[in-house]
């Protein structure tokens, strides 16, 4: 039996990247019974061991850790200069230029090795399948491999790549859908997708997209899932390290719907509808991470100017229901109501 399917509360937290998916609040997760998750996305490997090791320090529970899974750069030059002209205005506003437009792995071989290194207990990979000798290499250590799925046949894959677990991802999910490739929009609802993954492979599921309470994580484990996967839910806790601005915009009514938008990264990714949205995610290109360094600046600024209407709003479609409440009480929440 793994560690999904010993966990005292059948909640797992998101990884959310960027600087949201605190030691803090992994660590406030595995107190309250659940799988506590850092997000390696974005940092280099030194910063993931320290941010492995604050989280040791903080709980001696298992916990994961997430890495982005490198896609080939298949950027188109031309669209991605029009984009850099077309949001230069935005950028100029809010006193900053927009990024070099460039593609990278995310450290990724390197992230590799240091999570073999660390014997995490459990790595979860997005955007992507892990070679199976990657997978072996990793389990070899005792590590468990969870792999985001947005489709059966994705999950069917994975499975064959020797995947102990999935993170099966409706989508309702926020920020960034995690399939292995972004040529079209993933439109399956959890419940659905849940249903046709469950017929497909064997091995446990995690459900991910628009979870929020106890009634929601009860009928993910009646439709196969060992447990429920906690994002949006957390974002305004006070252990997340989600900018005010973000917090903030997830109560304010203004903001009254969710989309999926490539305008800030280049890939598809559900977010409050904001102007930025509104006025650039329908011509944004393709392209990851390219448009996501070239915004950087962008969203940056715009943080630190407290201006939602150009930031990367990540939200899923329940996210009314975040609450600004510590993270051991929402999990503790969800525990009394099962």
């Excluded at 009860?218 to 957390?234: D, E, F, K, N, Y």
Aim: charge should be neutral; glycine fraction near 12%; include cysteine.
């Amino acid at each position: 039996m793994g560690f999904l399917e010993q966990l005292d509360v059948p909640v797992v937290a998101a990884p959310m990247a960027g600087g949201v998916s605190t030691p803090e609040l992994a660590a406030a997760v595995n107190g309250a019974g659940g799988l506590g998750f850092l997000a390696a996305g974005y940092l280099a490997a030194d910063a993931m061991a320290a941010q492995v090791d604050r989280l040791r320090a903080l709980s001696g529970r298992p916990f994961g850790v997430n890495v982005f899974v490198p896609d080939r750069d298949t950027a188109d030059p031309q669209a991605l200069a029009a984009y850099r002209e077309r949001i230069a205005p935005e950028a100029a506003r809010l006193g900053t230029e927009a990024g070099p437009a460039h593609w990278g792995d995310d450290d990724y071989r390197a992230k590799l090795a240091a999570l073999r290194s660390a014997r995490v207990p459990v790595v979860s990979f997005t955007f992507g399948c892990p070679e199976a000798g990657d997978i072996a290499a990793l389990r070899r250590t005792g590590t468990e491999v969870l792999v985001t799925v947005t489709t059966a046949e994705e999950a069917a894959a994975a499975e064959d790549a020797g995947a102990d677990a999935l993170c099966v991802q409706g989508a309702e999910a926020g920020g960034h859908q995690g399939s292995f490739e972004d040529t079209y929009e993933r439109t399956i609802p959890l419940a659905r997708l849940l249903a046709e993954v469950r017929g497909r492979v064997r091995i446990p599921l995690v459900a991910a997209g628009g979870i929020t309470g106890a009634a929601a994580v009860q009928r993910c484990l009646a439709g196969g899932a060992v447990a429920a996967q906690l994002g949006t839910a957390l974002l305004r806790t006070p252990e997340s390290g989600a900018q005010q601005v973000h917090k903030d915009a997830l109560v304010q009514q203004r903001f009254d719907r969710t989309t999926v938008t490539r305008a800030f990264s280049g890939r598809r990714a559900r977010a409050l509808a904001n102007r930025f949205v509104a006025e650039h995610g329908g011509v944004a290109p393709g392209a990851y991470p390219h448009v996501h360094h070239m915004t950087g600046p962008l969203r940056a600024a715009a943080a630190r100017a407290g201006d939602a209407e150009t930031l990367h709003l990540w939200a899923g479609a329940c996210y009314r229901s975040a609450a600004d409440r510590p993270a051991a009480e929402v999990v503790g929440r969800i525990a009394e109501g099962l």
